[in-house]
């Protein structure tokens, strides 16, 4: 331990404090662009801030953009626009027909108002929405999308093209890509695949924002030719991105009987790369397709059905109620004063609902 010529020499604190002493002041390196690292990569953050992007050209991804459905239902001359514009009313029309004693002479068409005793609600919400009137919608959605579609934008893809890609062993027609479909032949088709595959009222609309969001990445239109694909693959995608236990593209073989799995992984991976594998459907995009969906629905008299209030659901709406009582019980503590000035009224107050 005493030889000086030992290989393991240990420095002094005085000699590692001289050396210290000779080292040069920090001075930071300036940062380096993207361009000088060769990184041309963007950012998540970047590419996640769609404020900085072309509200109209972005429907699926702001909140804050107009819906392209709703946009091209208004250009239809059948539809009056002024019944298109006033949006999300608190009263819905239901229209029914009442049955005589003898069932052959239908009545006229009747409102549905709220009284004292009588509170009529549509069992549909922006959290629960109804399955048979939201696939309506979706389906009257699709249909407006065919019908009113830019015919000097034609660009018809090889991977949607049901010539290439038939989804029956049956010969498709030679004018397969000449009429529109119908209303219901589209509903029959969607409700068909969420029948058998058993999906929710959420999945429709989330295809919707998706069959939306690849006719403004892939700049296509939606027509007799590609219609039936599309959906397809907007349907595939949203199942297994919203749904738990999402359905096998396998599964969707047994649905369409003469469909390869091969054409379905096809599908499905083409579909992502034209979205640019941007899946994601912020709470408020979804909100906002569901009102619009219910707005087109009123427009076209598809209103949802009323059904009068019963006692079992208004003990149901009355516990969740509380439940948010419960929750804000804090901030109306805050709310509150002491005194309030005669000349300003404007305090909060807070009046509970009595359901009886």
């Not at 030889?3 to 240990?10: D, I, L, R």
């Not at 993207?34 to 769609?50: A, K, M």
């Not at 009529?120 to 939201?134: A, C, E, H, I, R």
């Not at 091969?262 to 640019?276: A, G, H, I, T, V």
Request: a positive charge.
């Amino acid at each position: 331990m005493g030889n000086t010529t030992s290989c393991c020499v240990s420095s002094s604190p005085k000699h590692r404090r001289s050396n210290h002493s000779r080292l040069e002041p920090y001075r930071p390196e300036p940062e380096l662009s993207r361009e000088d690292t060769g990184c041309n990569l963007q950012h998540i953050s970047d590419r996640e801030n769609i404020d900085d992007l072309p509200i109209e050209h972005n429907p699926s991804d702001h909140p804050r953009a107009s819906t392209i459905f709703l946009s091209k239902s208004q250009t239809d001359v059948f539809v009056p626009s002024k019944r298109v514009r006033e949006k999300r009313k608190s009263l819905y029309i239901n229209h029914f027909t009442h049955i005589s004693e003898n069932k052959h002479h239908p009545g006229p068409v009747r409102r549905k108002y709220s009284s004292c005793s009588t509170i009529f609600l549509d069992d549909s919400t922006v959290s629960q929405p109804n399955l048979k009137y939201t696939i309506k919608c979706v389906a009257l959605a699709i249909y407006y999308h065919i019908k009113n579609r830019d015919v000097d934008r034609r660009m018809l893809l090889d991977i949607f093209d049901e010539k290439l890609h038939p989804l029956s062993k049956s010969e498709v027609p030679a004018d397969y890509d000449k009429y529109d479909p119908e209303q219901k032949q589209i509903y029959r088709f969607v409700r068909t695949l969420f029948s058998a595959a058993q999906l929710t009222a959420e999945c429709a609309i989330v295809t919707l924002v998706y069959l939306e969001r690849l006719l403004t990445y892939a700049e296509i239109d939606i027509c007799p030719a590609n219609w039936k694909r599309i959906v397809l693959g907007a349907i595939l995608l949203a199942s297994k991105v919203w749904d738990d236990q999402a359905v096998w593209n396998v599964d969707y073989c047994q649905i369409l009987k003469d469909i390869t799995v091969e054409d379905m992984n096809e599908l499905e991976r083409k579909f992502l790369e034209l979205l640019q594998f941007n899946i994601n459907v912020p709470s408020s995009v979804y909100a906002k397709y569901y009102f619009d969906l219910r707005s087109l629905a009123e427009a076209n008299n598809l209103s949802f059905p009323l059904e009068p209030l019963s006692r079992d659901r208004a003990q149901k709406l009355e516990a969740i109620s509380r439940l948010c009582d419960d929750k804000y019980k804090d901030l109306r503590k805050l709310a509150k004063k002491r005194s309030v000035s005669a000349d300003n009224l404007t305090m909060v107050r807070w009046c509970p609902a009595i359901i009886s």
